[in-house]
Every structure is written in C-alpha cells, then in structure tokens.
C-alpha cells in the first residue's frame, strides 16, 4: 500500500499535490524513454564488443603463434635486439563524446615509424609477420577497449536511471496519490459538515 505524506488538508495544498503529481508522471516518462534508449545503444554495443572481442582473440593467438615459430628458429638475444630497435611511436590521448547526456571516452592514437626496423640476417619472416599482425590488431585493441569502458558506464547509467524509475513509479507517485485522496476526503468531510450545519441554521430562521 502506498504511503501518504505528511500534509495540511487545504485546498492550496492539494492544488500542489496535483502540480507535483502532474511533474512527477512527466518526469517519469522521460526517464523511462531515457532507460529504453539507453538498453537500446547498451545492446547494441554488447553486441559490436562480441565481434570485435572474437575478432582480436582470433588475430592475437595468430601472432602467438608467429612469435613461438619465430622464438624456435631464432636465438632469443636476437629477438630481443630486433624488437629494441623498433622506431615505432605511440601516442595516445583520451577525449570524450556524448551518448543520451552521457559523457564516454574516446581513444584516440597517432602511430609514427616502422615496427619492423631491425636487419633481416637474424630473424625469420615469421617474426616479421607476426610483428606486422600485431601493428594491423593494435587499432582493434583500442577500440575494444574503449567499447568496454563506454559499455560499463552506460550500464551504471542504466542502473542509476533504473533507481530513479523505480522511486517515481513505486513510491512518489503512489504516495502522491494516496496523499491527493486524502486531502480530497478531508475537504469532502468538510464541505459536508458544513454543508450540515448550513441547513441547520436554515431551518433555524424558518422556526424564528
């Protein structure tokens, strides 16, 4: 049952009731096609993670598995020089976007210079094609995560938009409305007493 508020039984005060009744359903509209929208994009993306996650896995075990074909044929000291003398540069910086009033981050990356700058006489093609793999995946790394990161902070949105929901429909509301009926029946009462003691007086001055 619903639980009625606290509140004066005057009609000043049930004009209020029936203003934040009025607000209260608005609101609660717009917060419900907020959530819907919000579940909507969240879908969407679980499903975009679920093909980029399958797509990396399948690129990083391939380059696994050039870098243990080359770690077999190769000495690992030269390996590792190969990989020292890379000239490959990195940037990244995180920005942001909106989604339905959401600020979510946004990654993004300048790449200057070769991965594969080392000499070819101790090295086998293999390291090569991992390396060159490994520079095709890295992008798909990024945007993988940047999709989880949104995808987290859009489900703790939808959670929070889901309290909010919850607290209009199944308590302001409700409470609201069982405190509309109780000023209502008040002034009812009221108006009736008083109607009575009208028609007293009345049939009072009809006697004199």
Not at 98 to 106: D, E, F, K, T
């Amino acid at each position: 049952m619903a639980m009625q508020f606290a509140t004066n039984a005057t009609r000043m005060e049930l004009l209020r009731i029936k203003k934040r009744l009025v607000l209260a359903h608005r609101g609660h509209k717009l917060l419900k096609d907020k959530q819907d929208a919000l579940m909507r994009h969240f879908l969407e993306l679980v499903d975009t993670i679920r093909e980029l996650r399958k797509e990396v896995e399948e690129k990083m075990q391939r380059c696994f598995q050039y870098f243990l074909m080359s770690r077999i044929s190769t000495s690992r000291p030269y390996i590792e020089e190969a990989l020292m003398v890379s000239n490959k540069k990195l940037d990244i910086e995180f920005e942001s976007k909106q989604v339905l009033n959401l600020q979510v981050p946004v990654i993004v990356s300048r790449v200057e210079g070769d991965i594969r700058s080392y000499g070819f006489a101790h090295t086998t093609g293999n390291l090569d094609l991992g390396l060159q793999l490994f520079e095709e995946t890295f992008p798909k790394l990024l945007e993988l995560a940047q999709a989880e990161k949104g995808l987290y902070l859009i489900g703790d949105d939808i959670e929070k938009t889901r309290r909010r929901v919850n607290a209009l429909e199944y308590i302001l509301i409700p409470g609201l409305e069982e405190t509309r009926r109780y000023i209502q029946i008040k002034l009812n009462e009221v108006e009736r007493g008083n109607l009575t003691r009208l028609m007293k007086v009345k049939e009072l001055i009809r006697e004199d």
